[in-house]
């Protein structure tokens, strides 16, 4: 049971998984076009809420949510379902490889053998693509691998029932109709003004450009509140949010930057490609903030003046990522 499945490799497993799947149906699609069109760029900081004990940040929306505004915006009808039994999960899973359909799968890093262990780690929300299966081993589109590997029956179905925070339960995807044809158009401008909606108008302190403006006043009073080990500890969590988990926020603005890049020939609208621009010049300063972070997690810069610096930095990113969102946000047709 092998289907003639292309796998591409890409920067984050979501965007990878929805393109794999629509290529696979004849639609096109390039990794930034269906993160811009999903809108998956955001920004969340919650030190409330603990990630392995410490305070939690976010470069995109949750999990799944550019799959469902994709499909929506592109009148793509689609099979979703989570399990409680694992074994009727995996019979399911089956049954569908047996149509000749390719599935996506949610699973956790963890508990993915065929990834080195120094990149397994307690993360639930993992997207793969199953495309067929050899014997009691399933074959898998990784899409942040450079090919296709194989993976048991039971390591799978582990992976996808892991516990813990955001449990896949044994959720599976796949299209049921893809249109011959769709219209980009309304489909990146609705992705466009929903992006800069989400960055300046939640009217909460946690998400968007309020959030980030929130992070830098916050990291700015930690060495006053905790120790040098918690202080390393927390900045360090910050650097494998941005950088690690998921392409994070420079990664994430590259991703965008390519996809106004395209929007901007589909729509023949020049003035996108100067956003483009400043979008990857801002990635760069994001990039700038994790270095700066990790000199002073090695021990090299650990001063008032150097945690003042960071704060200063991101200030300076929610100053221009609020001019950015504000032309944006006046696009149209």
Known sequence: MELTFEHNQSAHCENGAVSNLLSFHKLKLSEPMIFGIGSGLFFAFMPFIK???????????LPGWIFKRVTKRLGITMQSQTFRDQDKAMLELDNVLAKGLPVGVLTSVFYLPYLPKALRFHFNAHNIVVFGKKGDSYLVSDPVLDTT?????????????????????????YPLNVPERVDLKPAIVKGIKKTAKDMLGIPVPFFGIKGIRYMARTIKKWPTKVSEKELILRLGQLIR????????????????????????????????KEVAAEVTELGDRWRDFAFAAGRICKGRAATDDSINILSEILMECADREEKIFKKLKQISL
């Not at 990630?51 to 929306?61: A, C, E, M, Q, T």
């Not at 194989?150 to 959720?171: Q, V, W």
């Not at 941005?242 to 106004?260: M, S």
């Open 241 to 272: 949010m941005q950088e690690e988990i998921g392409t994070g926020g420079a990664g994430f603005r590259f991703i965008f930057a390519a996809f106004l890049q395209e929007s901007a020939v589909v729509l023949q609208q020049d003035w996108l």
């Open 149 to 173: 590997v194989e993976i048991s029956y039971e390591d799978l179905k582990r992976a996808r029932f892991a516990k813990g925070t955001l449990a896949p339960k044994g959720k599976m995807y």
């Open 51 to 61: 990630v392995n004990g410490l305070p939690g940040s976010s470069y995109r929306i």
